[in-house]
């Protein structure tokens, strides 16, 4: 790493340690507010991933009407500034407070199995409240992308295991899968982002759409159970875990056809929950970048 890119990185780690420094010796309630009127300003204000959220919404929803965009635009940099909140100032008895969970005899009929599980989730709701899922009695990993500023990653990965999550680098992370699949824990998968060249590409609520296989082609090739779940704010203090009915084909071979099976299950879960709670989607990622020219 050149020097000027480890000065720049330190610069911008001193200044975010030191605004979160500052915003916890408020009130939370104060602090809360301060960032959800920065997320606005520069999510929604100036503009940043704003056209593409809106892009998207209005190819996916062809019937939503300005009115209608705006608020759920407003609300999603709303949510964004809530789970920053969440992760950065509150300590994980006060985060454990808030949230509850629905659907977990799903993930005990996974366990049940003894091949360990796959939590197939996405950018939905609070996701980043998955650090506290230890408390409810899941054992649970997660796969990362290592982050640009690694002074930040290392930090960011601190608040993800002080509570007994481990975290997995996505590029060297199968034997740690495995290992922990082994043990009878579960693993969580965030697949709803652009997969690129390297995905396999089908619809998704309308367009065509670049999937991750990785979650599709564990789960067939070790015959593990996938339990779909997601952190869903049900308002601006509460979160509850939702769980749904596993999806588990030991049947089917591990090939191509056979993973978009299982990645159609996921994508209808996932849809459901989108349709009805569309301003807790992540719509700022390029989800059809790769395989629908919709940003041009």
Not at 137 to 147: D, E, M
């Amino acid at each position: 790493m050149k020097l000027k890119t480890k000065i720049q990185n330190r610069i911008e780690y001193i200044a975010f340690r030191a605004a979160i420094f500052k915003l916890k010796l408020l009130p939370y309630k104060l602090s809360k507010e301060i960032l959800c009127a920065l997320f606005f300003l520069i999510g929604y204000g100036l503009g940043i991933r704003r056209k593409v959220a809106s892009i998207q919404l209005k190819k996916v929803f062809p019937d939503l009407d300005k009115r209608k965009e705006k608020s759920i635009l407003k609300r999603l940099y709303r949510m964004m500034a809530l789970n920053s909140a969440e992760e950065y100032l509150l300590t994980d008895e006060q985060l454990i407070a808030r949230c509850s969970t629905r659907g977990i005899e799903y993930v005990q009929e996974a366990f049940a199995l003894g091949r360990g599980a796959i939590l197939g989730t996405a950018h939905f709701g609070n996701w980043e409240a998955a650090r506290i899922m230890p408390a409810f009695g899941i054992p649970l990993s997660v796969i990362t992308k290592k982050q640009r500023n690694r002074l930040f990653n290392d930090y960011t990965d601190n608040i993800r295991t002080r509570y007994g999550v481990g975290v997995i680098d996505m590029r060297r992370g199968l034997r740690d899968i495995i290992e922990r699949l082994n043990r009878n824990e579960m693993v969580a998968i965030l697949a709803d982002q652009n997969a690129g060249k390297t995905g396999l590409t089908f619809d998704f609520m309308g367009y065509p759409a670049s999937h991750w296989i990785g979650v599709a082609k564990l789960s067939l090739r070790y015959k593990v159970p996938i339990v779909p779940g997601f952190a869903l704010r049900t308002d601006e203090e509460k979160t509850i875990f939702c769980f749904e009915k596993m999806v588990y084909h030991p049947e089917l071979e591990d090939k191509a056809e056979n993973y978009i099976t299982v990645l159609q299950e996921l994508d209808d879960i996932l849809i459901k929950y989108i349709k009805q709670y569309p301003e807790q989607w992540f719509w700022v990622h390029k989800r059809w970048k790769s395989a629908f020219d919709m940003f041009n």
